[in-house]
């Protein structure tokens, strides 16, 4: 079993508390499903409102549950992970369930990189099954979600922006912004007032065995969509404001017509 004496192939989740700075465990991820060490691929992580967090495994295609006290169970190794072809031919091609977030209501959202669909995952009993969308999340890494249920999910070329009107039975991708492929994103994060940041991580220098990178980037990426639809309902309200406006003015202007007529 990998270990931080034993460090390599090592997959592990830490936990700190940022008040003390002090670790309060390390838990190794190893690959109780298929029992092969190349398939342990610790990727991205969500926490739940009790503490419990949840990561997803690239190479095996489960995803782990580790509880505050650093315990560690398989949750989900769905069937559903299996069920959708994978294009050997590209890069990420081995690069299985990536990006997770967990929703207000209750369970996982997980894309998966080489086939660039996205799952509802229970994370009482970690069954699985496929969001209907429009479109795939082509190469899809990262993932955010907002306050007013937005999932956000990045990827190489793009960022996108889904929505759902029925629990993430089906989802639609309302929106992409192109991002810099060569600067390789990777993370997306919200900010206050639903704020959309990425993080360009440059993972191909690395990847190449450049090390010498000192500076990385954080940048806002918005909506094209959501800020025509903003402007909408802007020009709607200085529509009614004129309207209301001009009623105003002409109910004033009978009434003075009217006052003049009886004093006459």
């Known amino acids: 079993m990998p270990s931080p004496e034993s460090p390599e192939p090592f ?5 700190y508390d940022l008040r003390s700075r002090l670790r309060l465990f390390l838990s190794p ?12 691929v610790a990727n ?6 009790s503490g419990n967090a949840y990561v997803t495994n690239s190479g095996g295609n489960f995803i782990w ?8 169970l398989v949750l989900s190794k769905s069937k559903a992970y299996k069920s959708h072809p994978v294009d050997t031919t590209t890069e990420y091609h081995k690069c299985g369930l990536n990006g997770v977030v967990y929703s207000f209501n209750g369970y996982l959202l997980v894309v998966q990189s080489n086939t660039g669909k ?10 699985a099954r496929t969001v209907r969308l429009n479109k795939d999340l082509t190469a899809a890494d990262g993932m955010a979600v907002r ?16 929505r759902s009107n029925d629990g993430w039975g089906e989802g639609v991708v309302f929106d992409e912004t192109a991002l810099e492929g060569e600067r390789f994103p990777t ?3 919200v900010g206050d007032r639903n704020r959309v940041y990425v993080l360009y991580g440059h993972v191909m220098e690395g990847k190449m065995g450049n090390t ?14 959501e800020n025509k639809e903003d402007n909408i309902w802007l020009y709607g309200l200085i529509g009614l404001g004129l309207a209301y406006f001009l009623f105003w003015r002409f109910q004033m202007r009978k009434l003075v017509e009217n006052m003049n007529k009886k004093t006459a």
């Open 11 to 15: 997959n592990a989740l830490a936990a």
């Open 29 to 40: 991820l190893v690959d109780t499903v298929t029992e092969e060490a190349h398939s342990a």
């Open 44 to 49: 991205d992580v969500a926490v739940d409102f």
């Open 65 to 72: 549950k580790i509880d505050i006290n650093g315990n560690v």
């Open 118 to 127: 996205m799952f509802k995952v229970d994370v009482d009993d970690g069954t």
């Open 147 to 162: 306050k007013d249920g937005v999932v956000l999910v990045v990827s190489q070329h793009k960022l996108y922006f889904l």
């Open 187 to 189: 993370s997306v994060a």
């Open 212 to 225: 010498e990178r000192e500076k990385f980037s954080i940048v806002e990426v918005e909506s094209e969509e």
